[in-house]
């Protein structure tokens, strides 16, 4: 029981760490509202370091990441006739001041998804190797295309986020 409730108490901290990354990973792109892709940027960076070992362990740089998400963003434009030099620029960051949390519908699904799988395993805390989990089951949109622009299967990515979990819960029995 009281192990429970010190996993809730790590839940909430993880999640708040989680947000608030996402939400600053969006404002350095000069968007209000993240999406999926900011979240994985987020995960990338907590404290816990899974999401991070999981890209490493199949051979992917994690600061590659952002660069295939501006790729999907760039093709997107060039895709409606704007030129990949228009893309060029950098957009400005955004000082955001708001009170509540709001995602973009990509970043909504994410947080769905992972209260989901939250919800099958009370026993262990929330890790960015969770977001991974979810994000590698995404079929569409940015984070998708830009696992596959880094050549990152789902198959192969899910592989690696199970190693990554199970040699956390032998670390922690």
Do not use: W
């Amino acid at each position: 029981m009281f192990k429970r409730i010190l996993i809730r108490f790590r839940d909430m901290k993880t999640i708040s760490q989680l947000i608030s990354g996402a939400d600053e990973q969006a404002n350095i792109s000069g968007e209000e509202k993240p999406g999926a892709e900011h979240y994985v940027l987020s995960a990338l960076n907590l404290d816990d370091g899974s999401a991070k070992r999981i890209f490493e362990s199949i051979g992917a740089d994690s600061n590659k990441f952002r660069e295939a998400i501006r790729e999907q963003y760039s093709e997107a434009l060039s895709f409606i006739g704007i030129s990949p030099d228009a893309t060029e620029i950098e957009p400005e960051p955004i000082k955001s001041n708001r009170m509540l949390h709001n995602s973009q519908p990509s970043g909504q699904e994410l947080m769905k998804s992972l209260y989901a799988l939250k919800q099958e395993d009370k026993e262990h805390p929330l890790l960015g190797a969770h977001v991974i989990s979810v994000a590698a089951e995404m079929e569409h949109g940015v984070v998708a295309r830009a696992f596959k622009v880094m050549g990152i299967g789902r198959e192969q990515l899910a592989k690696s986020v199970k190693e990554e979990l199970d040699s956390i819960q032998c670390q922690g029995d």
